[in-house]
């Protein structure tokens, strides 16, 4: 299995500059034959509060990711504003390499004027079972208890981790140690740029490679 993160820039508001963004990145993680390719949190249309319009382009958003993940034949996880009735899920999305939504995580940590999830879901695939969970969930109890009941092989965590708190540092990074072992699965994290940076954690909570800014994170599982 081979997993590519991309810590991606992102522009609040600007899809069309954020497609494009997009399209490079993923271009660029291809050429590395991935199996999954993994992008942050909301990362076609950002967010700044409360500015919901960007799940209007829900159905848009998920028909292209779709094209692609059929087009290479690739898994795409990625995170986006969801619409629902009278409110706005912060989701993620596990696209399969037949171009299928084949799981969708609702974020649990989020402000009131979210719609907030209430589980954790996994699915099958050919290299094991599979979670996502969304940026803050990673330091929620109840998503801890989920992830393990569920027991997933491996867990990604599309973040958007905000440049106004400034760079990641050694005590960030051990938090998301912490939390890694507490789930006690393979964890893959990725973050908007900037600031950017991925990592990924064994079970035990130990850093096993980490990039920063927006350098590729390409891991292989034999």
């Known amino acids: 299995?081979?997993?590519?993160?991309?810590?991606?820039?992102?522009?609040?508001?600007?899809?069309?500059?954020?497609?494009?963004?997009?399209?490079?990145?993923?271009?660029?993680?291809?050429?590395?034959?991935?199996?999954?390719?993994?992008?942050?949190?909301?990362?076609?249309?950002?967010?700044?509060?409360?500015?919901?319009?960007?799940?209007?382009?829900?159905?848009?958003?998920?028909?292209?990711?779709?094209?692609?993940?059929?087009?290479?034949?690739v898994y795409i996880v990625f995170g986006l504003l969801?619409?629902?009735?009278?409110?706005?899920?912060?989701?993620?999305l596990l696209i399969g390499r037949n171009g299928e939504v084949l799981l969708k995580h609702r974020k649990f940590q989020e402000p009131m004027k979210f719609c907030t999830g209430n589980t954790v879901r996994t699915v099958k695939t050919e290299f094991g079972k599979v979670a996502i969970i969304i940026c803050g969930d990673l330091y929620n109890k109840r998503i801890a208890k989920w992830v393990r009941r569920k027991k997933p092989d491996f867990i990604f965590v599309p973040m958007e981790y905000s440049p106004d708190y400034g760079e990641p540092n050694e005590e960030d990074v051990k938090a998301m140690s912490e939390r890694a072992e507490l789930l006690g699965v393979r964890t893959f994290i990725v973050n908007s740029h900037p600031?950017?940076?991925?990592?990924?954690?064994?079970?035990?909570?130990?850093?096993?490679?980490?990039?920063?800014?927006?350098?590729?994170?390409?891991?292989?599982e034999k």
């Open 195 to 220: 600031p950017g940076g991925a990592w990924v954690f064994d079970g035990d909570g130990n850093l096993l490679a980490e990039t920063s800014g927006d350098e590729l994170l390409i891991w292989e």
């Open 1 to 73: 299995m081979r997993v590519v993160l991309i810590p991606m820039r992102v522009e609040v508001g600007n899809f069309e500059a954020n497609w494009k963004e997009f399209q490079r990145r993923f271009n660029e993680a291809s050429k590395h034959d991935p199996d999954f390719l993994v992008f942050p949190e909301y990362c076609l249309t950002g967010f700044a509060e409360w500015d919901f319009s960007g799940a209007e382009l829900y159905g848009e958003i998920v028909e292209r990711m779709s094209e692609l993940a059929r087009e290479h034949e």
């Open 82 to 92: 969801e619409p629902y009735k009278n409110c706005v899920y912060n989701s993620a």
